[in-house]
């Protein structure tokens, strides 16, 4: 009796999408891609130059190596779930149709959480890039008008990183494929600015280091592995393509495509990146919060306009096009999610209203702007990236928990498959043909055996 008064809270969505008011499909494979990109390519500039100093030195090119494959399995994984499931909530969809509605409700709020944690994060290393620019005069501003002396938050209100978040958020409100082409052209001059770096490299002088100081791994193979982890980080975005399914012209072919080429284009970039970055300076020279402008500034000395360096104010700008175009991304995907969560009546359904002109939520990318505004004006980075590194590895886990399920338990997506009632009912549950098909499976087909192996397996790999 009590379980099925709480039945209600596993009960499972269907893959039809009803909704009164659709998205408009305009987006393609390279819009798709863009959108990839802009939420991952900015991760190298938060964790490249601390990775490099203390823990792998030469060698990160492997750590990334070894992220980039990590990646691509998590990727494999989003690619099939995003050609069957084709809404715009992501994980949140994936656990909705395959575990429930409670669960989905929570794996939703935490990619809510990540994205907003993402956006805020992004703003103030945007903010803060801006006031270097300019000497420290914002900051300094700040401190002596609006200083806070409040335990866990910032030392002053970075107004700055809301503005930025608003007027950003602004473009989202227009007609998707207008905004899209804007970031499409900005990644396009990002990439292309990126690729100058390796040009560049090639002017300075032979790098002894890697040869004289440990050589090119200094700090063993236990320094790749932990690198491997914070590597990982600079890939987190990539997920955000299945987002889009509801705004591709062809989800099912283009979302799988647009997830590895966005996985293969990162790991060549940041690849390339970090092997010229250490051969440009000596890794324990490497100043671990501004890496590329400060290597720069080490490679061209004489490179000065007016006491200021070149080539450093131009690595910082190329720095703000990059972190731009993250937020454009990061809201982008928020608030889809938002929008999803809303029209299945998880949140306010308001939120899910679509403007009619622009077919946008806007809405929600006004509660996602906002909240993360908020955040970016009150807390310090750091402590941001660390709640954003929590809740991504959690959504990739669920995930990958979500296949599984998916192919092993009958599930109304694959209607194409039909299940015989007559070998569930009449299914063997002796512990010795549970331990014989949990090898050797009977039959192709999920049934009430497989549902049960996969819960055992799947709860005893999560501890």
Request: glycine share 4%.
């Amino acid at each position: 009796m009590l379980g099925k008064k709480f039945e209600f809270i596993f009960r499972k969505k269907t893959q039809k999408i009803d909704r009164n008011v659709s998205y408009k499909r305009t987006l393609g494979l390279y819009d798709i891609t863009a959108i990839g990109l802009s939420c991952s390519l900015n991760g190298i500039f938060i964790m490249i130059g601390e990775s490099i100093k203390y823990e792998s030195g030469p060698s990160i090119a492997i750590s990334f190596i070894l992220a980039a494959v990590a990646c691509i399995l998590s990727g494999l994984c989003f690619c099939e779930l995003s050609s069957k499931i084709q809404n715009s909530g992501a994980a949140y969809s994936y656990m909705y149709v395959t575990m429930g509605e409670f669960l989905a409700f929570c794996i939703g709020w935490n990619y809510i959480f990540q994205y907003v944690i993402a956006v805020s994060s992004d703003a103030r290393a945007l903010s803060q890039n801006i006031d270097s620019l300019v000497n420290n005069k914002i900051s300094n501003l700040s401190v002596t008008y609006l200083e806070l002396n409040i335990p866990g938050l910032s030392k002053f209100p970075d107004v700055l990183s809301i503005l930025i978040i608003l007027i950003i958020s602004t473009f989202l409100l227009f007609d998707i494929k207008e905004s899209s082409f804007v970031n499409k052209s900005i990644n396009v001059a990002d990439i292309n600015n990126w690729k100058l770096t390796p040009l560049t490299s090639n002017k300075t002088k032979t790098n002894d280091t890697i040869i004289n100081a440990g050589g090119f791994m200094p700090f063993g193979c236990r320094g790749i592995f932990e690198s491997t982890s914070k590597c990982f980080y600079a890939f987190i975005g990539f997920d955000a393509i299945a987002s889009t399914c509801e705004e591709s012209k062809n989800p099912e072919r283009d979302v799988p495509k647009a997830i590895i080429l966005t996985i293969l284009i990162l790991s060549f970039i940041y690849i390339i990146l970090s092997i010229v970055l250490t051969l440009m300076e000596p890794y324990f020279l490497i100043n671990e919060f501004t890496p590329f402008s400060s290597t720069f500034e080490y490679a061209y000395p004489d490179f000065v306009y007016n006491e200021v360096n070149i080539f450093k104010v131009l690595i910082i700008l190329n720095i703000l096009l990059s972190i731009v175009v993250s937020i454009y991304g990061e809201i982008y995907v928020v608030s889809r999610i938002i929008s999803t969560m809303a029209h299945d009546g998880l949140i306010f359904k308001n939120l899910s209203k679509l403007s009619e002109k622009f077919r946008s939520p806007i809405y929600a990318i006004m509660l996602a702007s906002v909240v993360s505004g908020i955040f970016a004006v009150f807390i310090e980075i750091m402590e941001l990236i660390d709640l954003l590194a929590m809740g991504a590895l959690s959504a990739y886990c669920v995930v990958s928990i979500c296949l599984v399920l998916l192919r092993y338990k009958p599930s109304d997506l694959n209607e194409s498959i039909s299940f015989e009632d007559e070998s569930i009912q009449s299914v063997d549950w002796s512990v010795k043909h549970f331990i014989n098909e949990s090898f050797y499976p009977s039959t192709i087909f999920p049934n009430s055996m497989s549902i049960r192996i996969i819960n055992v397996l799947t709860t005893s790999s999560g501890k």
